[in-house]
């Protein structure tokens, strides 16, 4: 049961939030040992006897048992199983007792349970020949001892450990219980104390301390590891070290006992408890100094961590130690650690002449970069720093190492650098003179504006994608929002590349006049997703206003609109969640799916929230349900037009995901899911049991309508229904076609009224009229340009189908890739890519064969269908 508790705790919070739960939590132990040894005498009257004990006992244990599991089943998110477990990679690799910090907490482990039973023993031995023959006052004695010892713990776990650890550190506080057993060991065998009392202070220090100091502290020593391996470390140590520890412990008493055979003689075993105790002091004390090389070895090979607090004292004193010492390597990752968190003192106790005795160029970088952070007020200090900085200058430099030379040198000089970092202005390489320019830019004074500025303005109108694109990347690295002219050129770059790094470092410099910038590159399928995130990641709530007013201007386009809705999805906070269900019961079925994914994201945490919105949406989709059957119906006869109906089954496919998120929003949405998986089988016995599921969960007013939807019943049965409950009547199939494409149907798929505009047209049954409102209605509300891309698109897409590896997507997905093809005529014998080359496009064969040749030897020809070169066309965004 302690094990569970434990490792559940651990599992459930991170070191910042354990500091202060574990604290609470352990006052739960404390409470029972109050509570408990009050009430030995009560229940003993109650029960008859001390031997009906341990039916209470285990009364209790049940409980507990119960208890846990419903804490199990309520946050069962948070916990590792076993499956997952064993997926990952690199857990089998992960050795817990292999690894020298915990085996010395798995030696800690065992001294503890050593010392334990040494000092139980002892008092038992003693009490047993105190109280002979006098069981209830042995209990009453006990029991008292308990509750005495249970009020000083539980003022120590709610007053002082929390306060303690967070104060003094983990190991100071674990190194607490072994020293004070050391001293009262000596208490024992050396004052003139009765043995009974010294035992009974030696227990009162041991209870007092165990359950409260080292229960707190103990866990939070697995922090140092990622959430899957401290998991995996704890288990290994409390399910297998700790029992391990208990019997050892036993045997060793047992030896002993020969030895000690009475109470007069039993003091004899302080002996080996200070022994013990001084082992353990001393394995808490490698401990420590094991922590911070286990942190830094996890953080250099990219181990993520569950929250260890890095700007702890005793954290923040280990790196400077780290940073100080003699392996250049481990000096790095404590370097990187500390610049995050910037505590006091960093800029002075940097090792600037590793500048010139290190031969680890990333920690020269490293150095380097964090003097460019500060401002230098010591003349002293500035003097030494250039003196060390020069040297790396020199262009045979390596170039990191050389443009961070640059940098800190422009940095800690200021004005007086123009003389010397001028020059690189005409370097040849891009990158230096770009260091250069933005050096003195920023820290050059107005000669470093006037001087710099030229060559900056040369670089942003250079034909050479390369200079722009170090410039774009460059000005939100140097956090220069007094080049916003420059920044939005870069924003309406020709080049892709330059145009995502103009994205990335508008986000960067938090500029609310480049917001609307920002925003429009949300329209942009290109560039939607890097914008996204970098808004998500340096922006956030700021952003929502701007968000807000463009989802209500009618001229904002559509991508635009879903780039905002995907955007608010991954901002998950009160603003945007609000704005999201504002949205929510838009009429345009594109824009609904975007809105309904983005809130289903946070199902749990909203569900509250958004149900009247929910109800209202749920309603538009069973009726887009019953009006999508009857299209499909209207149009099953139109020539076989396969655009069309795929068109309908794509919006059927939409719809059903609508509402399936729109359940998960309303109703439990893990037992939405459960429903979701067995309606997804094709077993009728599983499937049977989702509807089931559903018929229970769902609310009357929508039961019926959801049921008929997810049934097994044929589309044509499923449409009578509705036709009996609606009264809703066909039509031919150009009616339904003018339907689809007037006004009041402007919220049907993009996709769906461009495969009906397409066969209106060819139908001719379009009035001059009617087919310029329809084409203006339909371009507007799709991605494509012009009615003749329209065309090409359907065109493209009957194309592709014929292409094993497009024929099982969707055509509104492959419409997104046909609109980027275009068809070229290359004449026999062209080179279309160069042996060893990658390509800048993606081909695909329409008619005739390729021949593919390595060292001038045929491999193989390529015929109708076949696809090769560059993959772009799958780019993520």
Wanted: proline residues 3%; charged residues 25%; negative net charge.
């Amino acid at each position: 049961m302690t094990i569970n508790m434990e490792v559940s705790a651990n599992q459930l919070f991170n070191v910042r939030e354990a500091k202060r739960a574990f604290g609470l939590i352990g006052s739960g132990p404390v409470m029972a040992d109050i509570v408990g040894g009050a009430c030995i005498p009560i229940v003993i009257l109650l029960v008859g006897s001390t031997e009906n004990l341990v039916f209470v006992s285990m009364s209790v244990l049940v409980g507990s048992c119960i208890l846990f599991m419903s804490i199990s089943r309520r946050y069962r998110s948070a916990f590792v199983s076993d499956e997952s477990e064993d997926e990952e990679e690199g857990d089998e690799d992960f050795k817990p007792l292999r690894v020298p910090y915990l085996a010395f907490i798995a030696l800690s482990v065992v001294f503890a349970q050593l010392a334990y039973y040494l000092v139980d023993y002892q008092l038992m031995t003693v009490a047993e020949s105190r109280y002979a023959g006098k069981d209830e006052e042995l209990a009453a004695f006990f029991g008292l001892l308990f509750a005495s010892v249970g009020v000083l713990k539980l003022l120590l776990q709610l007053f002082v450990t929390n306060r303690l650890i967070n104060r003094l550190g983990t190991f100071v506080v674990l190194g607490v219980l072994p020293l004070g057993l050391v001293v009262f060991s000596g208490v024992t065998l050396f004052s003139p104390l009765p043995l009974f009392a010294a035992l009974v202070l030696l227990k009162g220090w041991d209870d007092s301390f165990r359950y409260t100091f080292n229960s707190s502290a103990m866990p939070l020593c697995y922090q140092v590891f990622p959430v899957r391996e401290s998991s995996m470390a704890q288990n290994a140590i409390t399910g297998k070290v700790d029992p391990f520890a208990v019997g050892a412990s036993g045997l060793i008493l047992m030896l002993l006992a020969g030895f000690v055979v009475d109470a007069e003689h039993v003091y004899q075993l302080s002996w080996l408890l200070l022994f013990v105790a001084a082992a353990w002091f001393v394995t808490v004390v490698a401990i420590k100094r094991r922590y911070l090389s286990t942190l830094t070895s996890y953080l250099s090979n990219d181990g993520g961590l569950g929250g260890v607090d890095m700007t702890s004292p005793e954290v923040v004193a280990e790196l400077f130690a780290f940073l100080n010492g003699s392996d250049h390597e481990k000096a790095l990752q404590s370097l990187k650690i500390l610049l995050k968190n910037r505590p006091t003192g960093l800029l002075e106790r940097l090792p600037i002449e590793a500048l010139v005795s290190s031969e680890h160029e990333g920690f020269k970088v490293a150095i380097l970069n964090a003097i460019s952070t500060y401002e230098i007020k010591d003349e002293e200090r500035e003097a030494r720093l250039a003196e060390l900085i020069a040297p790396l200058l020199q262009e045979e430099t390596p170039i990191e190492l050389h443009l961070a030379a640059i940098e800190a040198y422009c940095a800690v000089m200021e004005e007086t650098a123009l003389p010397r970092i001028s020059p690189f202005l005409q370097s040849t390489n891009s990158r230096v003179r770009a260091e250069a320019v933005f050096g003195l830019v920023r820290w050059g004074g107005l000669d470093g504006i006037l001087i710099a500025g030229p060559v900056l303005r040369s670089m942003v109108t250079s034909d050479d994608e390369e200079q722009r694109y170090i410039v774009a990347a460059m000005i939100g690295e140097a956090g220069m929002g007094n080049m916003r002219t420059q920044l939005l050129d870069l924003l309406e770059d020709p080049d892709l590349d330059v145009r995502r790094t103009a994205i990335e470092s508008a986000a960067e410099l938090v500029e609310p006049r480049l917001y609307p910038h920002l925003i429009a590159s949300l329209g942009n399928p290109r560039t939607q997703l890097v914008t996204r995130r970098a808004i998500a990641l340096h922006i956030g709530d700021e952003i929502i206003p701007l968000c807000a007013r463009a989802l209500r201007n009618p001229e904002t386009s559509h991508l635009t609109c879903e780039g905002i809705v995907r955007l608010l999805g991954m901002l998950e906070s009160e603003e945007s969640t609000a704005l999201l269900v504002e949205e929510a019961d838009t009429h345009e079925e594109d824009f609904r799916i975007e809105v309904l994914r983005s809130l289903s994201q946070r199902a749990k945490r909203v569900r509250g929230l958004v149900a009247d919105t929910c109800g209202k949406v749920l309603e538009l989709e069973l009726a887009a349900f019953a009006d999508n059957l009857q299209c499909k119906a209207d149009l099953a006869n139109a020539d076989k037009d396969q655009l069309l109906e795929f068109a309908c089954d794509a919006r059927g496919e939409d719809i059903a995901e609508r509402i399936w998120m729109l359940l998960s929003l309303m109703f439990a949405p893990d037992s939405i899911n459960s429903a979701r998986l067995q309606l997804k089988s094709s077993d009728p016995d599983s499937r049977a049991a989702g509807l089931e599921l559903l018929d229970t969960l769902l609310d009357r007013q929508y039961r019926d309508a959801v049921l008929l939807i997810f049934d097994d019943l044929s589309e044509a049965d499923k449409l009578r229904t509705l036709h009996y409950r609606n009264g809703e009547t066909s039509a031919d199939i150009d009616s339904r076609l003018k339907v689809i494409l007037s006004n009041e149907q402007a919220g049907l798929p993009s996709w769906l009224r461009v495969c009906a505009y397409a066969a209106a047209q060819e139908r001719g049954i379009l009035s001059p009229e009617e087919a310029s409102a329809a084409e203006e209605q339909v371009l507007k509300a799709s991605f494509l340009k012009d009615t003749e891309t329209m065309k090409n698109v359907v065109e493209c897409i009957i194309f592709l189908r014929t292409i094993p590896w497009f024929s099982e997507l969707r055509d509104d997905f492959l419409a997104r890739i046909a609109e980027q093809v275009s068809e070229h005529f290359v004449r026999k014998g062209t080179e279309v890519i160069k042996e060893g080359e990658i390509g800048d496009f993606m081909y695909i064969i329409k008619k005739g064969r390729v021949e593919v040749k390595a060292n001038g030897k045929k491999l193989v020809d390529l015929e109708k269908g076949a696809f090769f070169g560059e993959m772009a066309v799958l780019d993520a965004e």
